[in-house]
């Protein structure tokens, strides 16, 4: 299935339930450098014989300035043009920095993502944010790109180990909490063997209703001066804890979630009982809800975040499951969130 979206800064050709075979009936081969990580290159090598291809190391740590420069120097290499197109092949990992890559290759060049993880199908491919770390702090170095397509070949699910569902149904619940209170209730009646062995229907109807509702907000609100920013509902603590702790995006973003729940029921009335829910609901999903942070860590990471002014930070709340909302929030109001957290578990 086929579809076509235009954000301000470009148009994306969605291909769902598709085919890395289908893709190549539509782009030159001769054209494309594949990126992709050892991970995928080593199981999916008989695929991906005879293209271009460079391939980067597993994990986020992966995602650095020196990893652009090898790229740049491979592609240089390889006599790679203006006219090339880069094929990501890979999680959010390898599209945030193919991403990125092809946003200042030679000051830009054609790029497309085929996301082999659940949370990149569902969210990091999605949108048009690229980033790279630096450091401790995440996705600092970054541009607002979008590729020219998203192909989505369901077969690379087959190999995606159980955690990684885990981390994808983060983003997935994440959707869920701040736009659609009917797919939170969906997720509730289900689990993930549901979706992963019994209703392959039901997982691509999932899959494109995420994109949709973050195509929506994206269209927008592309530059993220506005609505985007709901999208962050759970990751300012998750940027700190992920960094801190080396757990994977999903399950930092689920802990991240469980504080943002309960700063909204202090500061924007969400009742308590949605807190519960949610995490229940992430329980369900093999998500953990409880870890052991130093919150005084985790204060001086979130301090460099991009959506501090001041004292004050644009944080996301949750006034009940299906809407979320911005609020200027002070500082001290999230630290003693991050303190209480860290009593409690
Ligand atoms: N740009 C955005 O809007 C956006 C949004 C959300 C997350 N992100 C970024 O995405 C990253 C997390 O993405 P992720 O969870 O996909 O992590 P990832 O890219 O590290 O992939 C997770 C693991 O799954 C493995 N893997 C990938 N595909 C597989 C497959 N088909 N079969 C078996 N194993 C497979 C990878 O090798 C890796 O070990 C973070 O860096 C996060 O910051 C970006």
Not at 305 to 333: C, F, H, N, Q, W
Request: charged share 25%.
């Amino acid at each position: 299935m086929q579809q076509t979206v235009t954000f301000p800064s470009g148009t994306v050709h969605y291909h769902f339930q598709s085919s890395f075979a289908e893709l190549w009936t539509r782009y030159d081969k001769e054209h494309a450098v594949i990126i992709t990580n050892e991970y995928i290159a080593k199981q999916y090598a008989k695929l991906l014989k005879g293209y271009k291809l460079l391939v980067i190391p597993v994990g986020e740590h992966s995602k650095n300035p020196h990893t652009i420069t090898f790229l740049a120097k491979e592609l240089l290499n390889m006599e790679a043009t203006r006219k090339t197109m880069l094929v990501g092949i890979g999680g959010g990992v390898v599209t945030d920095i193919v991403g990125m890559l092809g946003s200042i290759y030679m000051r830009g060049v054609p790029f497309g993502f085929i996301p082999t993880t659940l949370l990149g199908m569902v969210d990091a491919a999605v949108g048009g944010k690229n980033g790279i770390n630096v450091g401790l702090h995440k996705n600092i170095l970054g541009a607002v790109a979008q590729p020219r397509f998203i192909l989505y070949d369901p077969r690379f699910l087959d190999t995606l180990p159980d955690d990684e569902w885990s981390n994808g149904f983060a983003e997935i619940i994440k959707c869920a909490c701040i736009f659609d209170a009917e797919l939170f209730a969906e997720l509730q009646k289900n689990n993930i063997s549901y979706y992963k062995d019994h209703n392959d229907d039901a997982l691509q109807v999932l899959i494109q209703k995420c994109v949709a509702l973050k195509n929506k907000t994206v269209v927008e609100d592309e530059k993220e001066t506005g609505l985007r920013k709901l999208l962050n509902f759970g990751h300012t603590a998750a940027h700190a804890i992920e960094n801190l702790y080396e757990i994977p995006h999903g399950k930092a973003v689920g802990i991240g979630m469980v504080i943002a729940a309960r700063v909204s029921s202090q500061v924007a009335g969400l009742n308590e009982h949605v807190v519960t829910d949610l995490e229940e609901l992430l329980g369900r999903y093999h998500l953990p809800i409880s870890l052991k942070i130093d919150a005084k860590k985790a204060i001086e990471i979130m301090r460099m975040d991009k959506k501090r002014s001041g004292d004050m930070m644009d944080y996301i709340v949750l006034e009940k499951i299906g809407k979320a909302a911005i609020r200027s929030l002070p500082l001290t109001a999230i630290e003693k969130a991050l303190f209480d957290y860290e009593s409690d578990n």
